[in-house]
């Protein structure tokens, strides 16, 4: 009855644990795999690897949109889809065009050439390979002008010039002259407007790249709708190991998701074992409960 | 220019750096309780949001796209590009429906303002109609309704393809059954109902599943950022 | 000039673009395209609405010093900072011609140095609460909840060791039970199924709803005008 009493007392304890405890345990499952800089790789799932062959499968100087529809907030997930995509846009030798539908997306565009465009692809040019259109107001709207007049509202790059100065803007006159947008998301507007406002009417291949937390709702979408698409940072690792398997030179480059996936591994495993024994204390308590 | 100078510095980086690392802690003490830290950081959080959302519009939107279209020869300091390019009359329009927006800061004519929210509404409307008609309705009964057995499989794979399919279908139809409430859940309708309900949880589980992966990959970001602050990594 | 003007401007603008689907040619198309363009333009003016509106309520807030009225001061101050440092381009290379949001301007140094750290930790603390309600309240108490407990278990384990080394040693006709094939089959499947029944659900009310705004069935956002 001692026993039993202690083992009671113990199962109570942990039902009531002070919520600051769990947040150190997490705290410290993120921290220590990012000291000790564990990193673990994601085979790619059949979703994510159908994006990355029909970028593959696209000819050289295709023309893909890359829109940047996330802000600081969703950047440790987006960011690295944005880079292991680019690498492989480049690495076939694809005309890249960055825009946003999101206020701080253009920031994160601006952050991908600073960081790897300029530092990994020098020889790209400006305006012939890749081009900054920055953001516009509008959300669904915006894509609603660009499907029928892209120049209705992009009329300059983002620092201001005329885009009739850009090679590479020629022949651009609707959504409908890429061979492929990506709608990079974290919400609204985001990757779901791109296949309403742009896919579905407009006939154009639709790929994305979203948070987590929206990547099961964009399921139904796919395969008829969308081309494929990378859900959270799993996704993004699931493209790098694809751009590896392909181009092992990017074994050291691109490795910002994997690397990131090893405290996600481990903090998945410190809430798996939360789970696991707060359903231990519920079922104790219950059987306690049903006993007395 | 002298700006320039400044702020691009090595010690205005660093300050920068810090800066960013306080205001990163100062949001991280709300986790032991409410403060007057995380409060202070919380408000400047919205002050400058709605500063930067404000001027971001303003310079990509609403100088290329309004006042170069309607003042082009006025934009010389601003957009040059603009400069030469006939003037397009009929942006007057959106610039009177937006003025006309703002009249809601003002109470008294404060009602003005719905002529630009009907249009906002309309347009709203009018889009959503035809798009969700066609991409979240149309489409989505076309892409259940797909040939159960896909020619050129193996056994294995066409039976589990079958079974999938049969889940596909069998799962959408109970689920939307669920959500019709014009009838009572009894007898089979309350049977399949049921089956909806337990379709629903798959559903909510794997976005449960989702969000605590995302959450996650967050806050790996943040503690990267500290990481680096407190080895000076990023000073 | 209250509800009869808002409820024709509805109408025929959300007429028009219905129009402009089934007929792609003038007037219909350039009223799709020119209305779009007008929709883009006026969404920054419902950020300068949004601006106005937030400086109106914290400066009232300072004024009547209600409670915590001095975190007001920091919310004006803020604001005031970041738009004075873009609209006036302040350090930026170029002068008005100049990018707003060029390296070395004061716009782009309070971007990196307090937006982007502040808005990141604010959704980062979310997992926090995230891990502290997977322990308090995901419990297997009912059939249904035990179904959303493994759903959420099988995609949590996924791309963990534990995923992995718990069920590769099955046999190859049970592959389809190894985690990593269980997980891509449940997003894929029971996933696909439930969400696509909301999809559904949802595009059929958004429907009725327009069709309701654009009729002028539905006038709520007219507020009390809008009644009878």
Redesign the interface.
Known sequence: MAEESKNVTFFEKLGT?D??W??L???LA??IP??MKYT?S??T???VQRLFDKTEDLPPGSKILMSFDY???????NQPMADAFTRHAFEKGHRVYLMALW??G??QS?QLIDELINVEFPEKGYGTDYIHL?????????I??LL??FT??Y??D?????IDEFPMMEGIRTLRDFDLILGLGSGFPGTKEW???AG??GDIPVGGGT???M???L????P??MVGFL????GA?EYEYALIQAYPEYMQKSRLAST??G???T??????A??I???IT?LVERSRRKRY | MEGQAILTTPLANTIGVWIGAFLTLMIFSFLYRDNPFYKFAEHLFVGISAAYWMTVAFWTTLIPNLFARLWPSHMGGVLPSAVGNEREWQYVIPLVLGLILLTRLVSRIAWFSRWAMAFVIGFAAGTNFTRYLQSDFVSQIQSTMVPLYEPGAGVGAAIGGIFSQLVIVGGVICAIIYFYFSKEHKGGFGKAARVGIWVLMAAFGASFGYTVMARISLLTGRMSYLIQWVSGANW | MKRTIPLMITFIVGISLILAIFIPHDPFHGLDSNFSIFYDVIAVFAFILGGGNLLKVHLRKIQDKRLDWKYSIVTVSGFGLMLGAGLLKIGVDGGWSGDYQGAGGLFNYLYDAAFQPLQATMFSLLAFFVASASYRAFRAKTREATILLVAAFIILIRPTPLGYYLTFWLPKPLQFLHIPNLSTWVLSVPNMAGQRAIMIGIALGIVSTSLRLILGIERSYLGSEGKG
């Open positions: 644990l919520r600051r769990i947040f345990m997490i705290a993120v921290i990012l000291i673990t994601i085979p799932s059949p979703l802000g600081p907030s969703t950047a440790p997930e206020p701080t253009a920031r601006l920055g953001y516009k107001a509008g959300n669904q709207g915006l609603n002008t029928s007049d209705a509202m009329t300059t983002i620092e201001g010039t005329s296949v309403q406002f579905d009417p948070t987590a937390v990547a099961p709702l399921y139904p979408y796919y008829k709708q859900g959270g940072l799993q690792a990131s996936m405290p996600q591994v903090a998945h495993l410190v809430i798996v939360f789970i024994i707060g359903n519920f």
